[in-house]
């Protein structure tokens, strides 16, 4: 079966640093998004993506963050100076016109 | 705004027993489709089983199935004949309409022991 990849797995920087967590959704899919999970708590949804836009975000989503899909593979996330409450696992996940959204595996953020 | 509620933090279940996990959710929608997920200690997020509103029928995925109660807002999941790789995070999750973002409640651990 097709999967989502994320890179990197893991990803340790200092606070104030910007950071780009990459994730290359299936192929066919069409609708993109990014869920985080502080340890111990509940995933969350930051942002989901249409057709080059943004189509719904979270409060979490803030002007700290912004997504791109710079070359119709890849679909990024950038926390421009992150902080320490960022430390998270992000998760990307994408699906066709279909229901079932694919989660990738997931990249831990480390924020020192 | 919709909500998810698992009141059940932690549980544990013999092999080869049966066990259900609890969710209830809060929602003034018609059209919305539920899932429970399971999250494994490597952290992917696994989809188990999905349920459409406007089905009666109750999903099975195998050694998997729901308890849909629209009426009450309860989606409870049943695990027949549990397995040690059954051990994971179950999340359950809401999705408004066909086409928006998921809304996870917090979990429940489930534990198979031997």
């Known amino acids: 079966e097709p999967e989502v990849t994320q890179t990197p797995s893991h990803q340790v920087t200092q606070m104030g640093q910007e950071v780009i967590l990459r994730c290359v959704p299936i192929?066919?899919?069409?609708?993109f998004y990014w869920y985080r999970q502080i340890l111990g708590q509940k995933v969350e949804f930051l942002v989901s993506f249409y057709n080059n836009e943004i189509s719904e975000k979270s409060e979490i989503f803030d002007d700290q963050f912004s997504v791109e899909r710079p070359d119709g593979s890849n679909f990024t996330l950038k926390i421009r100076s992150t902080k320490l409450e960022d430390s998270a696992m992000y998760f990307c996940?994408?699906?066709?016109?279909?229901?079932?959204?694919?989660f990738g595996p997931g990249t831990r953020l480390t924020v020192l | 705004a919709q909500t998810v509620t698992q009141s059940q933090p932690e549980m544990s279940v013999q092999e080869a027993e049966t066990v259900t996990l609890s969710c209830t959710y809060d929602?003034?929608?018609?059209?919305?489709?539920l899932f429970w997920y399971k999250q494994p200690p490597s952290r992917q997020m696994i989809l188990v089983i999905r349920?459409?509103?406007?089905?009666?029928q109750n999903a099975t995925e195998n050694r998997f199935s729901v308890n849909f109660q629209k009426a009450a807002k309860s989606f409870s999941l049943k695990i027949s004949d549990s397995q040690l790789g059954d051990t994971a995070m179950y999340f359950c999750?809401?999705?408004?309409?066909?086409?928006?973002?998921?809304?996870f409640g917090k979990g429940t651990k489930l534990s198979v022991k031997p």
């Open positions: 349920q459409e509103a406007y089905k009666q």
């Open positions: 999750a809401f999705m408004k309409g066909s086409q928006g973002n998921l809304i």
């Open positions: 192929s066919n899919h069409l609708y």
């Open positions: 996940a994408s699906r066709e016109d279909k229901i079932k959204q694919y």
């Open positions: 929602t003034s929608e018609n059209n919305y489709y």
